[in-house]
């Protein structure tokens, strides 16, 4: 593949990543009218945008990667874009909670598909020395796809209801896979499928010996529980502290400066490569600590306007991990654990940061601090927590770095 047409395709990639993350977030967006609409409660919502979701898409991750080391990863990508997509727009159409949940279930198989898969194409395309700006590129795709969710399906349903929204979300996805599937080209494998170990857990177990994979999963699933969190409860602080609720939708023009943030995390981390490989790993401290100075005055300022830019401004900061945290897992896997490496890593990640973030917040606004800026204490508590983890993981893994890598 040439060098036009393999950075096309990054384009290409980044785009189904973007439609992917404004099918999964559309549930959030438009969830007060999807229960109004089908009469179900708030528990029934949170199980829509949780687990049906979140725990399906987490735990598919790793037979789909072990399943993208040895198959088409053009097709899995393919197929993943259309059945995600398909579901998306027949969400728009349910006229019961079975019927919107097994929509879902199915998109979190189908999601799963889709970055293990093309984790393993970038590794294989991709020189070692560009793989973090070229993941970073991709990762760029979660902010761009829940910026739009939140400005253009919460537009959508605002001027027509949450099934046009649906239909909107996932209609582009099923347009573009024809696309997709003529554009693409299977990049050459530097192992044959035929020689991978059969057994999935013997090769978990090779790579989770490695005690920079460890400290790397550590590490950033701290930076994950801080990151979900932001998203579950920054609404609160507009809502609840400054009874401001419009400005939840604005925040979704700081989740597009995220991506470009993400971005240059990943173009720095190469540069600092350079010098030294584990250099990398600080692009994950300083996500961990330069937003928590914004994050401080921003949650607990008495003005609106305050808080949105500089909470903001932390976001900006803390989320711009992504592509390099996806990168660095790879520098350690064998070429035939490259889509299972990059499952074990959304996989920890996922269940980190739902699992942990937004219920450890949850459980200190209601039990453990009260008044006005309980919010504010509960979200600071758990950045600090998280931040001094990810700190000391990456500290640690940058020790162990150069014996781990291959």
């Known amino acids: 593949m040439n060098k036009k047409a393999a950075w096309a395709t990054v384009a290409l990639l980044t785009l189904i990543y973007i439609l992917s993350f404004i099918d999964r977030q559309i549930v959030a967006v438009l969830g007060t009218q999807i229960r109004d609409s089908l009469a179900l409660t708030n528990f029934q919502i949170g199980l829509l945008y949780g687990p049906a979701f979140s725990f399906v898409y987490a735990f598919a991750g790793l037979p789909m990667g072990r399943i993208a080391d040895k198959t088409s990863r053009k097709a899995m990508i393919c197929i993943g874009l259309f059945v995600w997509s398909l579901m998306t727009v027949l969400s728009g159409f349910a006229a019961s909670f079975a019927f919107i949940v097994s929509a879902r279930v199915f998109v979190g198989l189908s999601q799963a598909m889709l970055s293990p898969a093309v984790y393993s194409y970038l590794a294989d395309t991709f020189s070692p020395e560009k793989r973090a700006t070229v993941f970073s590129i991709y990762a760029s795709g979660i902010f761009i796809g829940i910026g739009l969710s939140f400005l253009v399906g919460g537009t959508i349903s605002m001027h027509y209801d949450w099934r046009m929204a649906m239909v ?10 024809p696309f997709a599937w003529w554009y693409i080209r299977e990049p050459q494998r530097e192992d044959s499928p035929e020689k991978l170990q059969p057994n999935i857990l013997i090769e978990l177990k090779s790579l989770l010996l490695k005690p920079s994979v460890r400290w790397h999963l550590a590490g ?11 998203l579950a409860f920054v609404g609160n602080v507009f809502s609840d502290i400054h009874q401001r609720p419009e400005l939840i939708a604005r925040f979704g023009w700081f989740l597009f400066g995220v991506g470009g943030t993400v971005i240059l995390s990943g173009k720095v981390a190469d540069m600092l490569a350079r010098k030294k490989p584990e250099y990398r790993y600080w692009m994950g401290i300083i996500a961990a600590v330069c937003g928590i100075p914004f994050f401080i005055v921003g949650l607990f300022s008495a003005s609106a ?15 711009s991990y992504n592509g390099v945290a996806a990168a660095l897992i790879q520098y350690y896997a064998a070429p035939g654990q ?12 996922s269940i980190a940061g739902f699992g942990l973030g937004p219920p450890v917040a949850g459980w200190l606004m209601d039990d453990v601090f009260t008044g006005t800026y309980s919010v504010s204490y509960a979200m600071i508590t758990v950045m600090l927590i998280c931040s001094t983890g990810a700190v000391l993981s990456f500290i640690k893994a940058m020790r162990t770095h150069s014996y781990d890598l291959l």
């Open 305 to 319: 306007e305050t808080a949105f830019f500089l909470i903001g401004i932390g976001v900006l900061f803390s989320s």
């Open 168 to 177: 909107a979300a996932g209609l582009p996805g099923i347009l573009l896979t």
């Open 338 to 349: 490259r889509a299972l490496a990059g499952g074990l890593y959304l996989f920890v990640i």
């Open 220 to 230: 950033f699933s701290f930076l994950a529980c801080t990151g979900y969190m932001i």
